[in-house]
């Protein structure tokens, strides 16, 4: 069986630093809290819990004075406040291309109505729309657009000004923002894709391999939002998409008479997941 990895399956860079960053901090630190899982791979949770990184969901979880990271998904700007109020330690691992978003919502809010296109419950927009304040709406599907319109009504902003999740769905984005332009009649419509780069070579590459392959490998987690992206993109075009976690998901899988596989990876998939996926296939 031939396998062939995505060029750009695995870890973006902002989750390659937050590891990293996130290992030698444990190492540092006698205790160290992360607000939320690091990164969407249990895999990678479970070996830093391991060296002493207890996670948390709630600020009011971590003792006063101690040591806290922050994800790469980011926070919102209360949660900094609260940090400081409690004296707490802050290790900022937020993706800057997550922090750029965040800086721009801020910027904008007093003068523009904010959508930020996305995943309502995902940490990165719940702290995206910290920044943005309360004039602001985050659109995941169609069915929210008259919400937003009706709540953009309710200011004086004539400016609407949209963002992305660094990670939605390419196609997602331009379709909403279509139907943005058609609803949103008489606003000035300010349209900023802060869709990041590694995410779109990512689909990109996605939507060529699910093409050519009959069966095409997505690997990262259940909850990570631009790995279900991913699998979105490749049944489009494959006929057979399977959503695996590791290599041990393989086993009920039939492979009988499949020639070539395609592997494709979420950002928060770590290089030896990839591999040893690779292995358990080539060995079937």
Same mark, same amino acid.
């Given at each position: 069986?031939?396998? !062939?990895?995505?060029? *750009?399956?695995? #870890?973006?860079?902002?989750?390659?630093?937050?590891?990293?960053?996130?290992? &030698?901090?444990?190492?540092?630190?006698?205790?160290?809290?992360?607000?939320?899982?690091?990164? =969407?791979?249990?895999?990678?949770?479970?070996?830093?819990?391991?060296?002493?990184?207890?996670?948390?969901?709630?600020?009011?979880?971590?003792?006063?004075?101690?040591?806290?990271? #922050?994800?790469?998904?980011?926070?919102?700007?209360?949660?900094?406040?609260?940090?400081? $109020?409690?004296?707490?330690?802050?290790?900022?691992?937020?993706?800057?291309?997550?922090?750029?978003?965040?800086?721009? !919502?801020?910027?904008?809010?007093?003068?523009?109505?904010? @959508?930020?296109?996305?995943?309502?419950?995902?940490?990165?927009? @719940?702290?995206?729309?910290? *920044?943005?304040?309360?004039?602001?709406?985050?659109? $995941?599907?169609?069915?929210?657009?008259?919400?937003?319109?009706?709540?953009?009504?309710?200011?004086?902003?004539?400016?609407?000004?949209? %963002?992305?999740?660094?990670?939605?769905?390419?196609?997602?984005?331009?379709?909403?923002?279509?139907?943005?332009?058609?609803? *949103?009649?008489?606003?000035? @419509? @300010?349209?900023?894709?802060?869709?990041?780069?590694?995410?779109?070579?990512? &689909?990109?590459?996605? &939507? $060529?391999?699910?093409?050519?392959?009959?069966?095409?490998?997505?690997?990262?987690?259940?909850?990570?939002?631009?790995?279900?992206?991913?699998?979105?993109?490749?049944?489009?075009?494959?006929?057979? !998409?399977? =959503?695996? &976690?590791?290599?041990?998901?393989?086993?009920?899988?039939? #492979?009988?008479?499949? $020639?070539? !596989?395609?592997?494709?990876?979420?950002?928060?998939?770590?290089?030896?997941?990839?591999?040893? %996926?690779?292995?358990?296939?080539?060995?079937?």
């Amino acid at each position: 069986m031939e396998v !062939v990895i995505g060029k *750009f399956a695995g #870890f973006c860079p902002g989750v390659s630093y937050a590891v990293r960053k996130a290992n &030698q901090s444990v190492m540092e630190n006698k205790t160290i809290y992360c607000l939320g899982e690091l990164v =969407h791979n249990q895999q990678v949770v479970n070996k830093l819990k391991a060296k002493g990184m207890i996670t948390v969901e709630d600020i009011e979880q971590v003792p006063d004075g101690a040591t806290i990271l #922050f994800r790469s998904h980011g926070v919102a700007q209360a949660i900094y406040e609260r940090a400081k $109020e409690k004296n707490l330690k802050i290790i900022d691992l937020t993706c800057g291309r997550v922090r750029a978003v965040q800086k721009k !919502v801020e910027k904008e809010k007093e003068k523009a109505f904010i @959508i930020i296109l996305g995943k309502k419950n995902h940490p990165e927009v @719940i702290g995206e729309k910290g *920044f943005a304040g309360e004039n602001s709406f985050v659109i $995941e599907t169609q069915k929210d657009m008259l919400d937003a319109y009706q709540e953009y009504k309710k200011t004086n902003f004539e400016k609407v000004y949209v %963002v992305a999740q660094t990670t939605f769905s390419n196609n997602n984005f331009d379709e909403l923002v279509k139907q943005i332009k058609k609803s *949103f009649t008489g606003a000035d @419509i @300010i349209v900023d894709k802060t869709i990041c780069e590694a995410t779109e070579n990512r &689909q990109k590459e996605m &939507q $060529e391999m699910a093409e050519v392959f009959h069966t095409m490998i997505i690997i990262g987690g259940k909850n990570s939002a631009n790995t279900k992206a991913l699998v979105e993109i490749a049944k489009q075009k494959c006929k057979n !998409v399977y =959503h695996i &976690q590791t290599a041990e998901d393989l086993k009920n899988i039939d #492979f009988t008479g499949i $020639e070539t !596989v395609g592997i494709m990876a979420g950002a928060s998939t770590p290089r030896e997941i990839i591999l040893s %996926v690779k292995n358990r296939l080539i060995c079937h």
